[in-house]
């Protein structure tokens, strides 16, 4: 990967799939072959999508949305203390994005928290916020991605489906280049 082949250069393809070779799948034997299984595949085949050529990962919150967790964080702030607590920032994550969030991703923000403070700083709570949005943007456009090549509906591609993805994003790709990637999902 990453070499001349041929003479000619490898493809920004070629090199992209290079990230999916960190990719610990194990092949699925199915009545069509080799498949993706596992979701930490489904991930990568996304990501690699995703690298040659999906828009940036950066997003910026709009006024309207920036208005809204600043108006969440005040509202957890019911003691208007200037910061949010442990239980505070659970019920801000709780409005902002539907769940509760657990005690391990607690315990990383809160040791992220300026010791120097009791809590979560409104700076603090706008920045952990759309690094969270932008995580979920992410999760939400692997997921799109991957769905759209998933032609039957099984939650795994197999090799025809990863051709005929190429195909779509890739059409001038030769079909050496699109196997090799595929391989080198399974050789790690």
């Known amino acids: ?28 034997v199915g009545r069509r072959g080799r498949e993706f299984r596992r979701p930490d595949c489904r991930v990568a085949v996304a990501m690699f999508f995703s690298q040659a050529g999906a828009r940036p990962r950066t997003w910026e919150a709009s006024q309207s ?25 659970k019920v801000a994550v ?5 769940y509760k969030p657990s005690k391990i991703e607690a315990d990383s923000v809160m040791s992220s928290v300026d010791p120097n403070t009791s809590g979560i700083l409104l700076k603090e709570f706008l920045d952990i916020v759309r690094k969270k949005k932008e995580a ?16 039957h509906y099984h939650g795994y591609l197999t090799l025809e489906d990863f051709k005929k993805a190429f195909k779509q994003v890739a059409p001038k790709l030769s079909e050496r280049i699109i196997l090799e990637v595929f391989r080198d999902i399974f050789s790690s």
């Open 136 to 151: 979920q943007l992410y999760r939400n456009e692997i997921r799109h991605i991957f769905t759209a090549f998933d032609r």
């Open 1 to 28: 990967m990453g070499e001349d082949v041929g003479g000619t250069r490898p493809s920004s393809a070629s090199r992209t799939a290079g990230s999916l070779a960190g990719c610990r799948c194990k092949p699925g």
């Open 94 to 98: 709780v409005m902002l994005f539907g």
């Open 65 to 89: 949305e920036h208005k809204k967790w600043v108006e969440v964080f005040k509202a957890c702030d019911e003691e208007n203390k200037g910061y949010l607590s442990r239980e505070d920032f």
